[in-house]
């Protein structure tokens, strides 16, 4: 079974941004550590009348998978038929992330392409895809 079948879809940032702009039920939901929300910064999409849900998939610091995860997203309000688009830095969390939601009844559930980061080019520098290098809103601290 491909990832694919196991959630709506992947999208690009800019898609994820179209979407959250078009219907005003879409939501974006970081699943990356509260280290990385604080230290490398957030998608703002204050501009779209929004707020980013953060809601970590694995624990900060130990790594483990939030168990809690499912009943978080629940409380941040988001159920069955709500579209939520998952970040993580690079797009495999967020990849887990929609799988999960998916599995548990809630979107459509989107993977966004590439994070907030992106892949790292040959330098080992996060300086070719992603939320920040697409030119999307974001703030830092």
């Known amino acids: 079974m491909s ?13 994820t941004y179209a979407a ?6 879409a939501v974006l939901v970081d699943v990356r550590t509260s280290a990385e929300w604080s230290y490398v910064g957030l998608p703002d999409i204050r501009g779209l009348g929004k707020q980013v849900v953060t809601v970590e998939w694995q624990r900060f610091p130990d790594g483990q998978v ?42 459509p559930a989107y993977n966004i392409l590439d994070g907030f980061e992106g892949p790292h080019d040959a330098a ?11 030119g999307l809103p974001w703030r830092q601290g």
């Open 3 to 15: 990832d694919q079948s196991r959630y709506a879809g992947d999208v690009t940032p800019e898609e």
């Open 124 to 134: 080992g520098h996060r300086t070719v895809a992603g939320w920040k290098v697409a």
């Open 66 to 107: 939030n168990a809690a995860f499912l009943d978080q997203l629940a409380a941040a309000g988001i159920e069955a038929q709500t579209p939520v688009y998952f970040l993580c830095r690079s797009g495999v969390r967020s990849k887990a992330a929609a799988a999960a939601a998916t599995a548990a009844g809630l979107g």
């Open 20 to 25: 959250l702009q078009a219907d005003p039920d």
